[in-house]
């Protein structure tokens, strides 16, 4: 890889990793989620959001993960069955 790319993405990296940085500073103010039953939770705003999209990327993970096992059964069960003699 030209080290040039290199640098260019971890600059990139850095830069990210500082702004979610610097949102998780400014958002440390409690919120409240309401859940079904008057159930409600009081957590910083930045706990809310992480944890939202920690259960999104385990979620598109395990449909990922899903998705070439059911195509692979759905080939093996379409494919013509050869018969022996």
């Given amino acids: 890889m030209n080290p040039f790319f290199s640098l260019v993405k971890l600059l990139l990296k850095a ?3 500082f702004t979610l940085f610097a949102f998780a500073l400014n958002n ?3 919120v409240t989620v309401h859940f079904f039953f008057g159930y409600q939770w009081t957590s910083p705003l ?3 959001v992480h944890i939202g ?3 999104a990327l385990v979620a598109a993970t395990a449909r ?3 998705r070439p096992k059911r195509a692979r059964c759905q080939r093996q069960c379409s494919a013509p069955q050869q018969v022996r003699r």
């Fill in 53 to 55: 999209h920690g259960a």
């Fill in 46 to 48: 930045v706990m809310v």
């Fill in 28 to 30: 440390q103010a409690d």
């Fill in 15 to 17: 830069a990210i990793f």
């Fill in 64 to 66: 990922r993960q899903a």
